[in-house]
């Protein structure tokens, strides 16, 4: 089963296309594991995936602190994402997908601006040997997004200028992504991108809540997963922002 | 003193242009740990600097193991770059570089393409904080480089196509970094940035050796550092070698 399966059939089970992202400040070491422990606990039922980032591999140790959050994860049957955003060149880019597909990570996100060669097609192979999942940056959700992502880029075969998300939405094709980031922070490129990828590479879209991206307008525009950090593990109540966000998804996704 | 500063004193008292990047491939972590240390120990009198990757971060941690490898680069007096090439949103890149720099490394590489708002702006917030460096990505190494690195953008203001990398070599400029990255493997592009920076913003060139780039060349377009690793690191003889590549570098740039 691909990742995109995989992470399509935990989001039917769990009736809910919210990924949790356990992005938590920097904190003393116990109380940053405890923490996102007790987080994962209370909204596990509401979610269907799980993203990391360097806040927790950095100060836990991917092969140390973090092994017991991805043990945690898989108790409850949620796929976990690498959010390690890789843009090296390919013989470090192997390296690093080994290290975090070998730690038990699913799926991992990637940076399509290193281009194929000796770039991305060892992630891909590596993906691919591993059985794992690649997801590919198309439009991040700040601010400064759209000084690159934005741009207009020439483009030699048809001596236009073609936004560089829409290249890097088509690159995701060819190149068989499980899945595509674009900031929830801009719809009207979100339903350009689910222009160019159809139903066959899933969009996934972070920045809903505290930078400002609304649900509604991101599901309207054809994201199928929604990507909640802050908005979740920095209220009050983890559990009921949660549940409540999984909600006004399935509302959202219900009268599409 | 700021981290350009630093570097170009190590560069004098050390009289070497050559940075070890302790890039090894995966291995048991004691041997891993053991071998980085050997070629330390070996090679500590003949380059200017260390620049560690993901190899050493994802399986040593951060905290625990490369605690050690950068108290023995201290021990030198080795300034340490980590080439963690941040590209993701500003809040990330704030709590990626204050991991590094809490951590002990003097500077890290980030790549321009992020943008400056809620991008790459919080990474120099973070460095003046810390009174460390940033490094910027302009032109990678390696083949798929061309296609994001390589490409012609259409600049708004001068309505002209222009090439990413030279856009991002203006950026190095505007931002103040310590440092730029362009590949030993594309010399004619060494040139071209120099011509954009002067004097003002040194250039560090990876991919001698192993990827096909010749020092000379490098240095004949206004490299300033070589980046080396598997040159050194996976030769039978590590002082040798790089005993040899500050030699062929020294004797580049006395006859420039």
Redesign the interface.
């Known amino acids: 089963m691909s990742f995109k399966q995989i992470i399509e059939e935990s989001s039917q089970k769990k009736e809910s296309n919210i990924i949790l992202a356990l992005?938590l400040?920097?904190t003393e070491l116990d109380v940053l594991l405890h923490k996102t422990l007790m987080i994962l606990d209370a909204v596990e039922g509401q979610i269907c995936a799980v993203k990391f980032?360097?806040?927790l591999?950095?100060?836990l140790?991917?092969?140390?602190g973090v092994q017991k959050l991805l043990k945690r994860a898989k108790e409850y049957d949620l796929p976990t994402i690498m959010?390690c955003?890789i843009?090296?060149?390919?013989s470090?880019n192997k390296?690093?997908a080994?290290?975090?597909y070998n730690?038990g990570f699913d799926a991992l996100t990637a940076?399509?601006?290193?281009?194929?060669?000796?770039?991305?097609?060892p992630v891909f192979e590596t993906a691919k040997q591993y059985d794992r999942g690649v997801i590919l940056l198309v439009f991040?959700?700040?601010?400064?997004?759209?000084?690159?992502?934005g741009?207009?880029?020439?483009v030699e075969k048809t001596q236009l200028?073609t936004s560089q998300y829409e290249i890097f939405a088509q690159k995701a094709l060819e190149w068989g992504a499980d899945g595509v980031v674009v900031g929830a922070t801009y719809p009207e490129r979100i339903r350009r991108v689910h222009s160019i990828l159809g139903k066959s590479v899933p969009i996934y879209s972070p920045g809903v809540g505290v930078?400002g991206g609304k649900i509604e307008d991101a599901v309207r525009g054809g994201a199928r997963y929604l990507i909640v950090g802050r908005a979740i593990t920095m209220t009050e109540d983890p559990l009921q922002a949660a549940k409540s966000l999984k909600v006004t998804a399935q509302k959202a996704i219900s009268v599409l």
Request: glycine share 12%; charged share 20%; hydrophobic share 30%.
């Open positions: 992005d400040p920097p980032n360097r806040h591999i950095l100060p140790g991917l092969f140390a959010d955003k843009n090296d060149v390919g470090t390296i690093i080994e290290h975090y730690s940076n399509p601006f290193v281009g194929w060669k000796e770039g991305m097609q991040m959700s700040h601010e400064g997004s759209s000084e690159g992502y741009q207009e880029v020439f200028p930078q």
